[in-house]
C-alpha cells in the first residue's frame, strides 16, 4: 500500500513553458516552443525563407503542419525524459500526449502568425510586383522577417 502512495508522487503537470517531471529520478521541466531561436542571423535568415517557401507552397495549411511537427517533436521530449526520469510506461505516454497538446499549441501560434505576416507581404509584394514581387516578399520579406523576431527574443 506504501509503494502506492509514494508512485502517485510521480507524474507530470502542464507549465505555461512546457511539462513539469517529477520521477524517482529527480524532478525536470521541459521547455517546449514554438519556434526554434536560431544562434546566428544568417541561421535565422535561412529558416525565414523556408517559412516564406512554405507559406507560399502550403498557404493556410501551413500553421497547421506547424503544429503537427511541434505535437510531435513536443511528445518525444517529454516522453523520453519522463522515462529517463524513471517514470512508468503509462505515466511517460500521459506526460507525452501532454508535452504534444502544449508544443502543438505553441506550434499553432507561431505558425499562424508568420502565415499572417508572410502571407501579408507575399500580398502586398504581389499587387506592387506582379508574381516576381510576390516571390521575393514571400523568401527575403520571409527571412528579413524572421531574422526581427528571433533578434527580438533572443534576449529572453
Excluded: C
Amino acid at each position: 500500500m506504501d509503494n502506492v502512495i509514494n508512485s502517485s508522487q510521480y507524474g507530470s503537470d502542464t507549465t505555461f513553458k512546457g511539462v513539469k517531471l517529477s520521477g524517482p529520478k529527480g524532478e525536470k521541466e521541459v521547455q517546449l516552443s514554438g519556434d526554434k531561436i536560431e544562434e546566428t542571423p544568417n541561421d535565422s535568415f535561412t529558416q525565414g525563407l523556408a517559412k516564406g517557401i512554405g507559406v507560399g507552397l502550403l498557404g493556410s495549411s501551413y500553421p497547421v503542419l506547424s503544429t503537427a511537427f511541434k505535437s510531435v517533436e513536443g511528445y518525444s521530449q517529454v516522453y523520453h525524459t519522463a522515462k529517463e526520469l524513471g517514470l512508468d510506461e503509462w505515466q511517460s505516454a500521459t506526460a507525452g500526449l501532454k508535452g504534444a497538446f502544449i508544443g502543438g499549441l505553441k506550434g499553432f501560434a507561431h505558425g499562424f502568425l508568420d502565415f499572417m505576416v508572410i502571407g501579408t507581404l507575399t500580398a502586398v509584394g504581389g499587387a506592387l510586383g506582379g508574381p516576381v514581387g510576390a516571390g521575393l516578399a514571400a523568401t527575403v520579406g520571409g527571412g528579413l522577417y524572421n531574422v526581427l523576431k528571433d533578434a527580438i527574443r533572443h534576449d529572453k
